[in-house]
């Protein structure tokens, strides 16, 4: 005996779309197809977009079209190598939202016809179709399916609890069946060896993958995914079949039948659980799923990076650069890049002819390509100059607090120090270090010589000059370096015109705090002399 529910008998291009009797038939849609080249199938999880995209390829393949059709999911989320774009191929693609933006935008700028599925409208496509679930439609379905179906009240039941997700009706009324032929043939095999359902297939059992961090917390995500997902979840699940609501259940983590209450529900990417938080419940919920059972091997455990961000798009990058963002500045920069700003902004320079405008967008690129490895990783600033100019008292104004130490004495300082702060929203590290002069101090040389090697790996040397000294103070720095000079100590002249000595220099009071502004005003100019614009795209790097 045989499961009237199984996917078998109602996957997609196994049966037809069901139109409601008010509703325009497969003739009319391929009409209005004929009228707009680019097109798309919108509706919710469940409604019927892939059987009807099903019933529309017979027809067109019953007319002689060239079709091509791809389907993306979890597991394939990349257009195929070989993808041309002929004048007479129709392109039908089911799942587009799966795809990255570049992806999407290829698609829908190259392809001559094109057919697509999507939950949510892409504005500028004209919509070919909305699936709407409806009642009366899941009834006819499962009375098509089944001889002996359940009372209406109970389809009712079903049917609301899944939210009108026809998939997920149809998983429960699977499970609903199951139960009864176990309640009719107890004791009995009343299904023949080799004709188990999807319940108990071989391969691998999906990836779980753990979407909050390691560690204790309120509650630990993970995420079930591949396909075979669903039939791994539900071979440990002790609740009602998931859909696109949460629902509440129990796995059972130890031998003895020992369970974790959880929250379950499904989205495009598979199971999403949701426990405890702590360190050991989620541990236990890892390796459940990644057990052995019988012939099929465990789900194999992945991190949310490795799922979610792997590849070297700009948008995976991204979403893997995001949570290391320090400045509410650069996350929004990085959100815009995860969102396509650099796609678009690629795209459109492709579609330029050679010229002036392709050339300025171009170098507008090559002038925010620095900026974006510091997105993350902070600037590099150097404090330098002779000893006792004031260096370890610059770097406290900077930073606001003490965190160097302060002496009369020269050398006080022999190692360097570093102090992280944010500079117009750009992350920036200081470093104060030892004043380069002439000493027999071993310690102190030392100190010396890794203050000289630090003027190689920076991003900007500000050369602190004591303001109250006569001699010229040359910084000995690497050919090409980037070198501001400050002058330090003004506040020890009572007037203006007695500063700077014919430096061409900024001054400043590390101890009043009078020029330290204007400092870091032209430090974050050196830094990042072409801010980038609010939606603007930069190169990761």
């Known amino acids: 005996m045989s499961n009237p529910f199984s996917t078998k008998f109602w996957s997609a291009g196994v049966i037809p779309f069901q139109f409601s009797e008010q509703e325009k038939k497969l003739e009319a849609l391929l009409e209005i197809a ?74 829908l700028l190259r392809s001559k016809r094109l057919i697509l599925t999507v939950h949510h409208p892409v504005w500028f ?183 979610f961000a792997a590849g070297t798009s700009q948008q995976n990058l991204a979403l893997r650069l995001l949570p290391f963002a320090p400045t509410e500045r650069t996350v929004q920069i990085l959100l815009d890049q995860y969102n396509g700003a650099f796609d678009w902004e690629m795209s459109a320079i492709e579609r330029l002819p050679d010229g002036d405008e392709r050339r300025r967008r171009q170098t507008r690129l090559q002038e925010l390509a620095p900026l974006g490895k510091h997105l993350v990783e902070p600037f590099r600033v150097v404090l330098a100059g002779a000893s006792n100019a004031g260096k370890s008292s610059l770097l406290n104004a900077i930073l606001g607090f003490q965190r160097s130490l302060v002496h009369s004495l020269p050398g006080t300082t022999r190692d360097v120090v570093s102090g992280q702060t944010a500079l117009d929203g750009f992350p920036v590290t200081f470093f104060d270090t030892a004043g380069f002069r002439e000493t027999g101090d071993d310690l102190e040389q030392q100190g010396i010589d890794r203050s000289q090697r630090s003027l190689a790996d920076t991003d900007l040397i500000v050369w602190v000059v004591d303001e109250t000294v006569e001699e010229p103070q040359r910084p000995p720095c690497p050919a090409g370096a980037n070198v501001l000079v400050c002058s330090n100590k003004i506040d020890l002249f009572p007037t203006k015109a007695q500063r700077h000595k014919g430096l061409n220099t900024i001054g400043v009071s590390a101890l009043t705090g009078e020029g330290i502004e204007s400092l870091l005003d032209k430090v974050i100019r050196r830094l990042v002399p072409h801010p980038p614009q609010p939606g603007e795209a930069v190169p990761l790097l």
């Open 125 to 307: 496509v004209p919509i070919l179709y909305r699936t709407q679930p409806e009642f009366s439609i899941f009834v006819q379905l499962v009375r098509q399916l089944a001889p002996d179906p359940p009372e209406e009240s109970t389809l009712r039941a079903m049917y609301d609890r899944s939210g009108g997700n026809f998939r997920t009706a149809f998983f429960e009324l699977y499970d609903d069946r199951e139960e009864y032929y176990r309640e009719e043939h107890k004791g009995e095999e009343y299904r023949k060896e080799g004709q188990r359902e999807e319940r108990q297939p071989n391969g691998i059992g999906g990836k779980i993958i753990r979407l909050t961090p390691a560690g204790r917390g309120a509650v630990a995500s993970f995420l079930l995914c591949g396909e075979k997902a669903v039939d791994t979840f539900l071979l440990h699940w002790q609740g009602k079949v998931p859909g696109e609501h949460p629902v509440w259940g129990r796995l059972p983590l130890t031998d003895t039948g020992d369970g974790e209450e959880a929250v379950v529900y499904r989205t495009d990417e598979g199971i999403e659980i949701h426990t405890h938080g702590g360190e050991q419940v989620a541990s236990a919920i890892k390796a459940l799923f990644e057990k052995q059972q019988g012939q099929r091997q465990g789900a194999v455990c992945e991190t949310w990076q490795e799922h």
């Open 34 to 107: 004929q009228q707009h080249p680019i097109c798309q199938i919108v509706g919710p999880h469940g409604s019927g977009k892939s059987t009807l995209l099903q019933s529309l390829i017979k027809q067109y393949e019953k007319n002689g079209e060239n079709v091509r059709y791809l389907l993306f999911n979890e597991e394939q989320r990349h257009l195929p190598d070989d993808l041309t774009f002929p004048e007479n191929q129709l392109l039908i693609v089911d799942g587009f939202e799966q795809l990255s933006f570049r992806e999407r935008l290829k698609l």
